[in-house]
């Protein structure tokens, strides 16, 4: 059975199955919306909180950041976003990343990985 694939501007978030909710950012994009003027992140992220199963998933570790922002204050923004409700994973590549991302949507009941493959609930 294929999964159907439907690409979208969203509202909230990257990935949308369900309930389930997953923003993925790079880490310099991360730290990007923490610094622009209009503090984008808050705005995108007040907006996560609200959802019923959000993640927030990030790619890169501290040693890919390119900006000169202090990196306490990206664990504040993880800490601000935690305690929200959001769960925060990070992974160093966009390969492990776009695994995670499954294992999330696994983990949250959406389908199962049976030797390598996607495979719905309803198959």
């Not at 389930?20 to 919306?33: H, L, P, Q």
């Not at 209009?38 to 501290?62: A, E, W």
């Not at 590549?93 to 493959?117: M, Q, R, V």
């Amino acid at each position: 059975c294929p999964i159907l694939v439907d690409f979208q501007r969203l509202p909230t978030g990257d990935y949308v199955c369900e309930d389930v909710v997953i923003e993925r950012k790079t880490i310099n994009d991360f730290a990007g919306s923490l610094t622009s003027k209009k503090k984008r992140m808050f705005t995108q992220f007040d907006r996560l909180k609200k959802c019923k199963r959000p993640f927030l998933v990030i790619s890169g570790c501290k040693d890919d950041l390119k900006s000169e922002i202090n990196y306490h204050a990206i664990i504040a923004a993880k800490a601000y976003l935690a305690a929200g409700g959001v769960t925060i994973v990070q992974e160093e590549s966009d390969d492990d990343l776009a695994y995670l991302i499954l294992k999330i949507l696994e983990k949250c009941g959406k389908f199962h990985l049976t030797n390598g493959f996607l495979k719905t609930k309803k198959s």
